[in-house]
């Protein structure tokens, strides 16, 4: 039987997260194409709805097959177990990306050497600040001309707001691109343009090294030593200490599209990323040694065959071996559960598990039992935390277009809303329901979902609203005072918390100047 703490010692489980285009898809085919996953590049569908097609049905439709597929994708390397979780590029479902970077322990971010930070990695970042989540950026696209290497990490900076340290550098850009420079490993990797194969290395003990010369020239060899010393210079000295307290993030750069600087991310990642770490609970930190079962779920995908509603509830073990039809408490229901058929998730297959470990993700058919955030255990009553609803950006009402089929419109609704999809409000003003999203896509796709699945059909209304935020306070009586005072501005959310709707920032900020003693909340865990 699998020792557990090895099994947990050797596992890295982790999220490649990207603005769309940057190379996400490339790398995580290539990182598959060194664990021996698959075999030939191309096999990774991009699992991201091309901008051009967000009212092409079909594109969506064919997005959540190929996500299904793509979710996890778990693989051996060397000693270790990799779990590469994937999240969806397209900006309109960054709350499911939020999500699964509450199951992770820790992140990749790929940024294109032309374009730098954009927006979305931007927003992501805020999200693995928020949970200390040691990160390791990729600077990708290398043999296409981009902006000074000094630079992007200038920007990286600034932007993404946490130190940077580079572990490997660039021997010039696009044309003249020659290779990079491993300051991790002391090697030199030259730049050989070839989609499948991996790259020529020259070991290297001295940076003095003649080898370089005879490699990349001696004026490029006398840039890369001016570069690395300035490196030396500005930058402290790698501390993985530093980066698993998410301090600081190293850099690598690279081309995913030409297997270049991937292996040296990936062998770097191995050694310095954390196996699991322990997780919050409510009750208690739950270490994933212990040796009772403890998970909880962080994604629910429903089937695609509308005529059997039923779906995937992805589930991250958080402590102790996960065991085929073991009893297992819902914790939120107190039910016993029983799993006969849990998968696990390896390279781009889905099949069923006995057994599955600390970071690993199994796949639980559910028929509706559970939600997002629900927490299965051996036993053991607690409640993890961790994954908060954000506030949504974008609100409409929602209104029944059919009157005969209100019950399976309420139903849809319910459990779109469980699956996460979006979420829901209740106006206290005048009991409207008010659905709030973080893009104009998840509009279209509920209307969608809810026609297609449960026969019901909806209308949007707009409302003009800017954020809708969680309040408390310490005073009752001020909390009071100012409920009744903005109740045309109240609604409250699916578990009955009080969320002030604030139409514009003007007013949010009049609202949070005139109460001092209410405090707003942009997530609902606080
Ligand atoms: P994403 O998942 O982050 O959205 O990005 P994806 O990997 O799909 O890459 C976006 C585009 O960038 C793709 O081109 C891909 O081939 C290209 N790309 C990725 N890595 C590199 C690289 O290192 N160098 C260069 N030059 N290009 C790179 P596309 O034309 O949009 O798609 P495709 O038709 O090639 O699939």
Known sequence: MANLDEEISRRRTFAIISHPDAGKTTLTEKLLLFGGAIHIAGAVKSNKIKKTATSDWMEIEKQRGISVATSVMGFDYGKYKINILDTPGHQDFAEDTYRTLTAVDSVIIVVDVAKGVEQQTRKLMEVCRMRNTPVIIFVNKLDREGRDPFDILDELEAELKIAVRPLSWPINIGAKFKGVYNIYEHSLDLFTPDKQKATERVEIDDINSPLIDEAVGETDAAKLREDLELIEGVYPEFSVDDYLAARTAPVFFGSALNTFGVKELLDCFVKIAPS?????????????????????????????????????????????????????????????????????????????????????????????????????TSGEEIHFRGLPSFSPEMFMYIENTDPMKSKQLDKGVRQLMDEGVAQMFTH??????????????????????????????????????????????DDAAALENFKKRKHQFMATDREGRDVFMADSRFVLQMAQTDFPKIRFHFTSEF
């Open 276 to 376: 699991p770490k322990p997780v919050q609970a409510e009750e208690k930190t739950v270490s994933p040694s212990d040796p009772g079962f403890s998970g909880f779920v962080f994604k629910i995908h429903a089937n695609m065959d509308p005529n059997h509603r039923s779906c995937i509830a992805f589930v991250k073990i958080c402590s102790g071996r996960f065991e085929r039809n073991a009893p297992y408490k819902h914790v939120r229901t107190g039910k016993t559960l029983r799993f006969a058929s849990p998968t696990a998730f390896m390279a781009q297959k889905k099949s069923i598990v006995d057994e599955a470990f600390p970071g690993d993700i199994v796949g639980i058919p559910d028929t509706g039992n559970f939600k997002i955030g629900d927490t299965i």
């Open 428 to 473: 206290q003003f005048n009991g409207r329901k008010i659905i709030g999203t973080v893009g104009q896509l998840q509009f279209e796709v509920i209307q969608y979902r809810l026609l297609h699945e449960y026969g019901a059909q909806c209308r949007w209304e707009p409302m003009s609203m800017y954020k809708a935020c969680w309040i408390e306070s």
